[in-house]
Nanobody, 123 residues
Framework: QVQPVESGGGSVQAGGSLRLSCVVYGYIYSGTCMGWFRQAPGKEREGVAGIAFRGSGTFYANAVKGRFTISQDNAKNTVYLQLNNLKPEDTAMYYC????????????????WGQGTQVTVSS
């Protein structure tokens, strides 16, 4: 069983930066899509960024392209999300996930989820 565990959320002002980390416990097959979703109050959960485990492809939602960067450390089973130039509309609970569809960033019934980490951006 795979279990993602996130860390690194917080509160920043608009234009600021944060770095989220996610350690994935359990065995991960090469090519498995790993990454981040987010859910703002009153909105549906949406895919933010994905990366193929032990692969080179990265995928982003249009809303975050050019501002967020996803990366991984395969030796540590860890995926990171660097959030730059944050906007108030980025405020959400961010969830680490594994085993979802890339590049469309769509969850499936077998997607594994972390507990979430809050990101709050003030104007």
């Amino acid at each position: 069983q795979v279990q993602p565990v996130e860390s690194g959320g917080g509160s920043v002002q608009a234009g600021g930066s944060l770095r989220l980390s996610c350690v994935v416990y359990g065995y991960i097959y090469s090519g498995t899509c790993m990454g981040w979703f987010r859910q703002a109050p009153g909105k549906e959960r949406e895919g933010v960024a994905g990366i193929a485990f032990r692969g080179s492809g990265t995928f982003y939602a249009n809303a975050v392209k050019g501002r967020f960067t996803i990366s991984q450390d395969n030796a540590k089973n860890t995926v990171y999300l660097q959030l730059n130039n944050l906007k108030p509309e980025d405020t959400a609970m961010y969830y680490c996930a594994t085993n979802f569809i890339c590049p469309s960033l769509v969850a499936v019934p077998l997607t594994s989820w972390g507990q979430g980490t809050q990101v709050t951006v003030s104007s």
